[in-house]
Every structure is written in C-alpha cells, then in structure tokens.
C-alpha cells in the first residue's frame, strides 16, 4: 500500500506536459525554412513515439574557417529518454568553436558518429 502511494505521488510529482513534444516536428520545419541550408530531421518509431532528432546548419556558414571539426556525445540521464546528444562542432577563422550540427539518438553507436 505505501509502496503504491509513493508511487502515485512520485507520478504527480515528476509529471511532464507531453504536449510541447508534439510541436518539435513544427519547430524542426520551421528552423530549416528559417535557415536556407540547414537541415532538420525527426525520425520517430511503429507507435509514433520520439526516436532521435538531427539539426546541423548549412556547411556553407563554415567554408571560412580552419576545417576543423570535433564531434562529442553525452549521455543523457531522464526517467522518460535516456539517449545520446551528440554535438559537431567546427572551428572559425577566429578560432572560436561554432557548433554545427546536434543530434539526440537512441544509444552510442558508431553509425551516429
């Protein structure tokens, strides 16, 4: 019985509003109209449940710097998704690092890399 109610109330307490997920393929389309060149892409799976995601920014915005890119995966802990964000990042002509692509995958595979 008490198990049940701790439970219940860690439900109540760590509830998310499922709603926002429902505008990321909207969000996604909009970035990529917003952003000649950039791609964005969303990819769910059978039940139509969030799979993983992909932007990058168009290379073009990077043909002027030192052709220096750097790739880095976190994994990400959540009691909803617990995948892999994984990070492109380039180097400018000012030797500041730019990121230009991000993507949230499933697990750490070497086909996302």
Do not use: C
């Amino acid at each position: 019985m008490l198990y049940r109610v701790k439970e219940a109330a860690l439900r109540e307490v760590f509830a998310e509003d499922e709603k926002p997920i429902e505008y990321l393929p909207w969000y996604l389309t909009a970035f990529s109209n917003r952003n000649r060149g950039a791609i964005a892409n969303l990819e769910q799976d059978e039940s139509g449940n969030f799979s993983r995601a992909l932007v990058a920014l168009d290379p073009a915005w990077f043909g002027g710097g030192q052709a220096i890119f750097g790739v880095d995966a976190a994994h990400m802990k959540h009691r909803l998704y617990n995948g892999v964000q994984i990070v492109l990042v380039a180097r400018d002509g000012n030797f500041q690092n730019r990121v230009a692509a991000v993507a949230l995958a499933p697990e750490d595979h070497a086909n996302y890399l």
